[in-house]
T-cell receptor, first 111, second 114 residues
């Protein structure tokens, strides 16, 4: 069974800092990995989808990398802003079409 | 069509009652997923449809839970004889079903069982 972990569980940084969130998964036989953002009490917003054939995906200040062989993905956020405060989740396929999510990293960006 | 919608957004019910939630996916998305999320945890997979066919069900989906997707459009998730442990956020997602399979989520239905 696929298992996903995310570290750190929580992170607090001053505005303007660059930061890295980590996602690890146990089974490297994945065909993609997706990063999401979730605001309190809300649904999930898709940030980036990385195909297994890709090593990186970029969207604005966000950059996600994928290393299948080591079972890791990172989400890099450049020049963080208070509006980036949210929980960030990664998800990978679980031997089929359903997905397994990590527990998330709760990010607070202080003004 | 601006995204996945879910109704209701909030539901409070008494233990033992039945509840039904609805999800409308993005038009032309043929895959539809249901997840459950409790506080401080990531979403947990419940079930998945390809068009009108229910192709996967999690062991979390006890016999009190049933999901349908008639005609491959909207979907309903029914919980019978609700228990306090059913209190959670119920999330619906849809995807095109191509190789990329990017999922798009609705706002969720918050269920509270008293």
């Amino acid at each position: 069974k696929q298992e996903v972990t995310q570290i750190p569980a929580a992170l607090s940084v001053p505005e303007g800092e660059n930061l890295v969130l980590n996602c690890s998964f146990t089974d490297s036989a994945i065909y993609n990995l997706q990063w999401f953002r979730q605001d309190p009490g809300k649904g999930l917003t898709s940030l980036l989808l990385i195909q297994s054939s890709q090593r990186e995906q970029t969207s604005g200040r966000l950059n996600a990398s994928l290393d299948k062989s080591s079972g890791r993905s990172t989400l890099y956020i450049a020049a963080s802003q208070p509006g980036d405060s949210a929980t960030y989740l990664c998800a990978v396929p679980n031997y089929g079409q359903n997905f397994v999510f990590g527990p998330g990293t709760r990010l607070s960006v202080l003004p | 069509d601006t995204g996945v919608s879910q109704d209701p957004r909030h539901k409070i019910t008494k233990r033992g009652q039945n509840v039904t939630f609805r999800c409308d996916p993005i038009s032309e998305h043929n895959r539809l997923y249901w997840y459950r999320q409790t506080l401080g945890q990531g979403p947990e997979f419940l079930t998945y449809f390809q068009n009108e066919a229910q192709l996967e069900k999690s062991r979390l989906l006890s016999d009190r839970f049933s999901a349908e997707r008639p005609k491959g459009s909207f979907s309903t998730l029914e919980i019978q004889r609700t228990e306090q442990g059913d209190s959670a956020m119920y999330l619906c997602a849809s995807s095109l079903g191509l190789a990329s399979n990017e999922q798009f989520f609705g706002p969720g239905t918050r269920l509270t069982v008293l």
